[in-house]
């Protein structure tokens, strides 16, 4: 499949009326052909308006539909072969192992959702009969959950696959029936077109309206805007910066109908290190942590930013260990040259800070980022919220506290987080449990006895959490519970059986169903 530089609008590839970007290849720092030009207001204008029109088609397909069109467009991507692999080398500067693994990742999102809908639950059928005979009657009233309508997603510059053109927003909004209007994230046009035009197949081959899906190319503030302001956009999806994400929930915020916005943005995912667990395995602790610090050279949003534990000779033996371990990484290829800067420009500031001594600093090379690990003390880190700030790539800063109380009061300052981590002994239980209220309140995944880095793709899991690790610490974007943020619930009161929805019917194949308040399945 040869990759044109386009967008795709209606089935069809359209090139933009505007500016022209080109990829660029952080490994070996150059740009890459071809020019993808930026799409303009009408180009947005007919990719939504067609959205809109196949909207309540594509809503209205049964559930093994939606999971055979799901299923389909793994198919197409795994169709791509080595040219979809080498062009995400080429554009991310990621390895070979972790790119198939990313890949792997992405159909299996699918997949999972495809399973999801075969069984049922999702629709969330609710049915409470009708009682004549009580003063006052009560209606037979019936309940389900239905798409939302068209929905906006950005793809992620640090996921490629798993949280761009096809990931988890995606799959979760097609899941639920809304068709998906996807801004390609500018540092991999190329391994979006393919991506792209795997799902437009797919859209082909299962015979579906040409609107349910969309590429739109370019660079800038200026065509996401437009988009999310577009009256048939119903809901955001969105991965990447806080100040990206903030000002997508202003534009969203300020319309005639204000629409939801599902950003994931910003966490620095804490690590406690408890007494009886840095007593007994400091050094163990600490190349553990090393690893998940470099994991995918720190451009996780899991990526383990700060250690919290109480000074003295355990922490020092964590802090060696960890700093050994780090001392020798090699710099490494960012995402982007737009990234590495960052990532200089943070390591820099905490380098040179009065209050932060530095551990393990690697030798930096432009475009790429090598490990760094600072050191500072709880009250400084209590007294200067610079020092609690997100630096994105392999750094991480470590917060020694006098006590425990001063290590409650570190967690307690903290913004909110997608992880929290508790390092712990079976001497640990104690602490952990005075922790964990506090924990629940800032974190939406907490973990013992490992690290962040990692995400299963499971019913169970949760990525999310308080503001601003995301705009809306209700909902998680990876997992089946995903689904949630693309759907609402209509009640139906007194219609008659040929009315209803078939899922509502009496004889309905909804495979769960809540009658009366009790939960039965078929």
Not at 112 to 139: C, K, M, N, Y
Not at 225 to 235: F, G, T, Y
Request: glycine residues 10%.
């Amino acid at each position: 499949m040869m990759i044109t530089g386009e967008a795709l609008i209606g089935g069809v590839a359209v090139q933009g009326t505007g500016t022209p970007i080109r990829a660029y290849n952080p490994a070996l720092q150059e740009s890459m052909e071809p020019a993808f030009y930026a799409v303009d207001a009408q180009q947005i204008d007919q990719a939504c308006r067609l959205a809109d029109a196949a909207f309540d088609a594509f809503r209205a397909l049964g559930d093994e539909a939606r999971a055979v069109f799901l299923e389909t467009i793994g198919e197409q991507i795994m169709a791509l072969g080595e040219t979809l692999v080498e062009r995400v080398m080429a554009e991310s500067g990621l390895p070979r192992a972790r790119v198939e693994g990313e890949r792997g990742r992405t159909v299996g999102q699918l997949k999972l959702f495809a399973t999801l809908l075969r069984e049922g639950s999702w629709h969330d059928v609710r049915i409470d009969q009708a009682l004549p005979e009580r003063t006052p009657p009560r209606p037979d009233l019936r309940m389900r959950m239905i798409a939302l309508g068209p929905v906006a997603v950005f793809a992620a510059s640090n996921f490629p696959l798993a949280f761009s053109v096809a990931g988890g927003d995606t799959a979760s909004a097609l899941a639920a029936g809304c068709p998906v209007l996807l801004k390609a994230h500018s540092a991999h046009p190329g391994t979006s077109e393919l991506v792209g035009r795997a799902i437009v197949k797919a859209v082909e081959l299962c015979g579906l309206p040409a609107g349910v899906f969309a590429l739109l190319t370019g660079s800038g503030n200026g065509i996401g805007q437009e988009l999310v302001r577009h009256p048939a956009i119903k809901a955001v999806g969105f991965t990447g910066s806080r100040s990206g994400g903030m000002a997508l929930m202003a534009v969203a915020a300020a319309r005639p109908v204000p629409i939801p916005v599902y950003a994931e943005m910003s966490s620095i995912n804490p690590v406690f290190l408890l007494p009886q667990a840095l007593a007994a395995r400091a050094e163990a602790i600490g190349q553990g942590f090393a690893g998940s610090l470099v994991l995918g050279v720190g451009q996780m949003c899991t990526n383990p930013g700060l250690v919290i534990a109480i000074e003295g000779a355990d922490l020092e033996r964590f802090a060696s260990s960890a700093a050994q371990a780090l001392t020798g990484g090699a710099a490494c290829p960012m995402l982007s040259p737009g990234i590495a800067g960052s990532y200089q420009r943070g390591i820099t500031q905490l380098a040179e800070h009065a209050d932060v001594a530095t551990l393990a600093l690697a030798p930096q090379e432009q475009g790429k980022g090598a490990p760094a690990l600072f050191r500072t003390t709880a009250a400084a880190f209590l007294s200067q919220h610079a020092l609690s700030e997100e630096v994105f790539g392999p750094a991480s800063l470590v917060v020694a506290c006098r006590d425990l109380a001063e290590l409650h009061q570190v967690a307690e300052s903290l913004e909110g987080q997608l992880t929290a981590t508790l390092q712990l002994d079976d001497g640990d239980l104690a602490v952990a449990q005075a922790l964990l209220p506090l924990l629940e309140r800032k974190a939406g995944r907490i973990l013992a006895n490992g690290f962040p880095t990692g995400v299963e793709v499971c019913s169970a899991m949760v990525h999310g959490g308080p503001f601003p690790s995301t705009s809306d610490g209700r909902s998680t974007s990876v997992g089946t519970g995903a689904i949630a943020r693309f759907l609402r619930p209509v009640a139906y009161q007194n219609l008659a059986q040929a009315l209803l929805p078939a899922v509502l019917r009496d004889n309905g194949a909804a495979a769960w169903r809540r009658r009366d308040g009790e939960l039965t399945r078929n």
